[in-house]
């Protein structure tokens, strides 16, 4: 079978699509390969030559030991592992539970209650944040892990519907059959309907993980303490005693994508279809 031949608007149409595809692509890359690049070169060579010049090594790790012994890398990897673990276990927790709630319990309560919810989406954070920070040194949070841990979980709106989204293409069926046989909700819920769940539970990790790693402005907000810096305000740390050497500063944006760019490797798959997909089960 001979292929059929373009026409013109067909090429134009091809054209077009793809130089832009490509034009994003080095908006994309073209920043990371400058960090990666300069990660490597030293102070001399990165005042001496431009961005996406190679550098002469890349042997060259003086600049990521600089981070490790001086930057304090490994307490902020350590406190954001903390916060990233408790986080995405509340966030799993809660936004199921919260799901189940409005998939199965459909009251006038229960829907105004998800109304709230969309209506809470459409208002800026940052319009919030000045009640949101007098709740949190209140309640003697302020300085504390508990702080971002909290806020994490509890503004977890996108999770909510996630879970929703899966919990809709599992029948009720299977909470009645449990009825019948004498289970309680609680026992519906963890033994039956949390184990239906677990792609929606990958999703959630993956999407909420990536978030709660990138975050700035809530552990640098909420918690300011040396000793409680995550990775992000570690590095904003840098500003000061090496503003100057942006190739220390550099070699940390590195240290910090290679968790999420292993991610992303490693799961692209769940990434992309748990978002636009249902657990259908039966």
Known sequence: MSKR???????????????VLIFFLLVFIIPILSVFFAAF???????????????????????????????NMLNGFKNTLIVLVFSLLGS??????????????????????NGMFLVAVMI?????????????????????????????????IMSIYIFLQFLENISVSLDESAIIDGANYFQ????????????????????????VYNDFYTPFLYTPKAELLTISTTLFKFKGPYGAHWEIIAAGMVLIMIPTFLVFITLQKYIYSGLVSGSVKE
């Open 5 to 19: 031949k373009l026409n013109r608007k067909e090429i134009a149409y091809e054209t077009v699509k793809y130089a």
């Open 41 to 71: 070169k030293t102070s001399t060579e990165y005042s001496s030559t431009n961005a996406l010049q190679l550098p002469k090594s890349f042997l060259n790790f003086d600049n990521f030991k600089v981070v490790f012994n001086q930057g």
């Open 92 to 113: 799993v927790l809660t936004g199921s539970m919260a799901a189940y709630i409005f998939s199965r319990f459909k009251t006038k309560f229960s829907k105004f209650v």
């Open 124 to 156: 800026p954070g940052i319009a919030t944040q000045v009640a949101t920070f007098q709740i949190v040194s209140g309640l003697g949070l302020f300085n504390t892990r508990l702080a971002p841990i909290i806020l994490y979980c509890g503004t977890d």
């Open 188 to 211: 519906i819920f963890y033994k039956i309907i949390l184990p239906l769940l677990s792609p929606a539970i990958i999703t959630v990790l993956i999407t909420k993980g990536v978030g």
